[in-house]
């Protein structure tokens, strides 16, 4: 995990400025991105769907672990950051390294709200907002079929 610990702010200064760089890249074509995820996923991670809130296999999941990127494999959130949020979603206090998230303004369905998606490959993971517990007043609400939990 990051030594720094993101709040809103730093949140809204990226969706506005331009996210951190990450690590690596990863690109294919819609093409490629369905032969290797299901159907679910796909509309999940690449038309930026979500799942019915309580439906997704992680919600209620807290083994130890790092949660990964269904599409690319890279860590996002680890388990010890995981909390009960009661929406319904996996929710998160914070990503595992600052750069491993990218944020975007998303102003569907008449609200503004902030897009989280993996920095690595783009896919759409969900949205964060400043309701979560200190210290960092996040929760980021992920998608379960955006993810894996990686338990070793």
Not at 70 to 84: E, M, R
Request: include cysteine; hydrophobic fraction near 30%; charged fraction near 25%.
């Amino acid at each position: 995990m990051s030594d720094k610990i993101l709040t809103w702010k730093d949140i809204i200064y990226f969706a506005v400025n331009g996210n951190p760089t990450p690590d690596s890249r990863v690109e294919k074509t819609p093409e490629e991105w369905a032969a290797i995820l299901t159907p679910e996923q796909f509309r999940i991670t690449r038309e930026k769907g979500t799942e019915r809130p309580n439906s997704g296999a992680l919600c209620s999941v807290y083994d130890a672990g790092k949660y990964k990127c269904v599409c690319c494999g890279t860590p996002l959130f680890d388990s010890t950051i995981k909390f009960s949020s009661g929406t319904g979603w996996p929710s998160f206090t914070q990503p595992i390294k600052e750069n491993a998230i990218q944020y975007e303004k998303d102003t569907t369905f008449g609200m503004v709200r902030v897009e989280v998606m993996c920095n690595t490959c783009d896919a759409h993971l969900g949205h964060v907002f400043p309701d979560g517990p200190e210290p960092s007043g996040l929760r980021y609400c992920i998608n379960s079929a955006s993810m894996i939990l990686d338990t070793e």
